[in-house]
T-cell receptor
Framework: EAQVTQNPRYLITVTGKKLTVTCSQN?????MSWYRQDPGLGLRQIYY???????DKGDVPEGYKVSRKEKRNFPLILESPSPNQTSLYFC???????????FGSGTRLTVV | GQQVMQIPQYQHVQEGEDFTTYCNSS?????IQWYKQRPGGHPVFLIQ?????EVKKQKRLTFQFGEAKKNSSLHITATQTTDVGTYFC?????????????FGKGTHLIIQP
């Protein structure tokens, strides 16, 4: 089944403890993005990648890192999480960057 | 940067009534995409519009792209309980979507039986 898989689905962590949210797609898509969703603010892009080793900042990149060492994987790294990073995170991928993105099921992160 | 505005934020309708959400961009768009997110779910791609003045239909859903390619609308005829969710429009950046999307804040559709 074609899908974008994110792990974990839920995570509660403490301020300052490094964490990684994994994202993997099995559709051979070149384009991948991370978004965060907050009430009243909608979906905002954190980082995107157009191909292996090609990544760039989105609208809200502060406090996040990404890597794209393989085409299928696009992990989101929080080096020192803070409570304002408590949010619902979505990874998405697209074959052409045109024609729609497929989203993962989301990761609900709480930083205390 | 690019802004995508969507109204209304919430829409309450009786089952069987029609529903419309409107989307406006601060810049001309190469295309516009629409997504639906069910409560507790993730956004699901519905459709992409590319041409000026384009109208596309999916069963009871009608999508329009404005002549100036800066606005769009989604109209649902005779809503059903399965239509409940949040509808987002999204515009691509300068990369046509390769650099991701800018989303409107969405319209929450609430249906009263």
């Amino acid at each position: 089944e074609a899908q974008v898989t994110q792990n974990p689905r839920y995570l509660i962590t403490v301020t300052g403890k490094k964490l990684t949210v994994t994202c993997s797609q099995n559709m051979n898509h070149e384009y991948m993005s991370w978004y965060r969703q907050d009430p009243g603010l909608g979906l905002r892009q954190i980082y995107y990648s157009m191909n292996v080793e090609v990544t760039d900042k989105g609208d809200v990149p502060e406090g996040y890192k990404v890597s794209r060492k393989e085409k299928r994987n696009f992990p989101l790294i929080l080096e020192s999480p803070s409570p304002n990073q408590t949010s619902l995170y979505f990874c998405a991928s697209s074959l052409k960057g045109f024609g729609g993105y497929t989203f993962g099921s989301g990761t609900r992160l709480t930083v205390v | 940067g690019q802004q995508v505005m969507q109204i209304p934020q919430y829409q309450h309708v009786q089952e069987g009534e029609d529903f419309t959400t409107y989307c406006n961009s601060s810049t001309t768009l190469s295309n516009i995409q629409w997504y639906k997110q069910r409560p507790g779910g993730h956004p699901v791609f519905l459709i992409q519009l590319v041409k000026s003045g384009e109208v596309k239909k999916q069963k009871r859903l009608t999508f329009q792209f404005g002549e100036a390619k800066k606005n769009s609308s989604l109209h649902i005829t005779a809503t059903q309980t399965t239509d409940v969710g949040t509808y987002f429009c999204a515009g691509p950046g300068d990369g046509g979507g390769a650099d991701g999307l800018t989303f409107g804040k969405g319209t929450h559709l609430i249906i009263q039986p």
